[in-house]
């Protein structure tokens, strides 16, 4: 089959031949239709992530198919399925495995950032059946991105909802993908008003498309004061940094009030500095959320299948396009999400 595999850090991927798997007992292979290319990759193929214990290896954790093959034992899905897969894989027996917090697993196994494959090939081997949930209505390509880009913040505003309600202010830092699921969830969820922070204006301009209450141009000074303004004068009650550079932390802390939650998502490598009478506020919550366990994807997929949670727009792209979709998402070009269609 072709897949694109990362040989080395800071290389491009190589398009190349390889064998494709066969599905061993437990085993499922599915056809990949869509997968999502996610800015977790960019931190990994320059080695600002060095995560991966073998090398070369097929990256792709954002994916969606059809299945193609079953080992034995395999009674929840047959050939022709379509299927979104949980990439969160983990040993299966560890405390946060056997609590359905699988995501976490001391021992990591996740599908494109372990010695697994992921789906940036026309195959994918799943190793059990349990993460794969069944799309009826949802295509391939537009499931692939519910499996992290709305997975994922679904989670972290989930476990945020104590401090939101409707007359409540949430921000929102860095309109990637990420981003743009985190604003219609939390107006989905949550109900309360969204505020918006990018630095690039058509990003600001979506931002309203979709809802924000209340956008701001990172690039500008004071933006932390003038969301305190907004708000009479207390700040957010929660933010969500999808960023996560030393800036963007800060900026998360110092909008945040009282009782109030600070959740960064985004693997930018910063720190975050919480200093009480300094720039945060008492009571300030923080938690790095990651990913989703597979119930949440299950609640997430439901959420689209209802078409409660509309898509994000999605822009197709072959396998053999993948490098430029790349350096596309690199530079901030991609609007929604880039979704690689091996085998579509
Ligand atoms: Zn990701
Ligand atoms: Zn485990």
Redesign the pocket.
Known sequence: MKAARLHRYGEPLVLEEVPTPRPGPGEILVRVEGAGF?H?DIHVIDGELKILPRMPVILG??NAGIVAGTGAGITGVRDGDAVAVFGGWGCGSCDYCVTGHEQLCETPQWAGLSKHDGGYAEYLLVPHERYLVKLSTLKPAEAAPLT?AALTPYRAIKKALAVLEPDHHALVIGLGGLGQYGLKLLKLLSGCSVIVVDVQDQKLRLARELGAAHTFDGRDAGVSERIRELTGGHGVNASFDFVGSDDTLALAIQATRSLGKVSQIGLAGGAARMKVLENTRFEVQFEATLWGTIKELREVIALAETGQLTPISIERAPLDRINDVYARLKRGEVQGRAVITPAA
């Open positions: 996610c977790s954790h954002e992290d």
